[in-house]
């Protein structure tokens, strides 16, 4: 099993900057891809930014040029700097990882979220 354990998050103004991390733990052979997804009251979870083992990244049109996602393999950490943050930002944020648990199995694990509100 792999654990997810997100730091961050909180209360900011419009305009402010914020930052998110997720360390994975537990029974890690390699990590395929980390990432971060958020979900407002009422509405379906949607992808934020993800970064794969190769450092390839992806990012929700929303948060282009304001968000950066970047990962630390070596702690098995991702984090996502929030810029520039937007009322419509405000969410809750959980980090999502795909990952073998050994040298041909794999799953889909999650942390338990964080919430981002931002005030106008």
């Known amino acids: 099993q792999v654990q997810l354990v997100e730091s961050g998050g909180g209360l900011v103004q419009a305009g402010e900057s914020l930052s998110l991390s997720c360390a994975a733990s537990?029974?890690?052979?390699?990590?395929?891809?980390m990432g971060w997804y958020r979900q407002a009251p009422g509405k379906q979870r949607e992808l934020v930014a993800t970064?794969?083992?190769?450092?390839?990244?992806n990012y929700a049109d929303s948060v282009k040029g304001r968000f950066t996602i970047s990962r630390d393999g070596a702690k098995n950490t991702v984090y996502l700097q929030m810029n520039s943050l937007k009322p419509e930002d405000t969410a809750a944020y959980y980090c999502?990882?795909?990952?073998?648990?050994?040298?041909?199995?794999?799953?889909?694990?999650w942390g338990q979220g964080t919430q981002v509100t931002v005030s106008s």
């Open positions: 999502n990882t795909k990952a073998y648990y050994s040298s041909t199995q794999w799953d889909d694990y």
């Open positions: 537990g029974t890690i052979f390699t990590i395929v891809q």
């Open positions: 970064i794969t083992g190769g450092s390839i990244t």
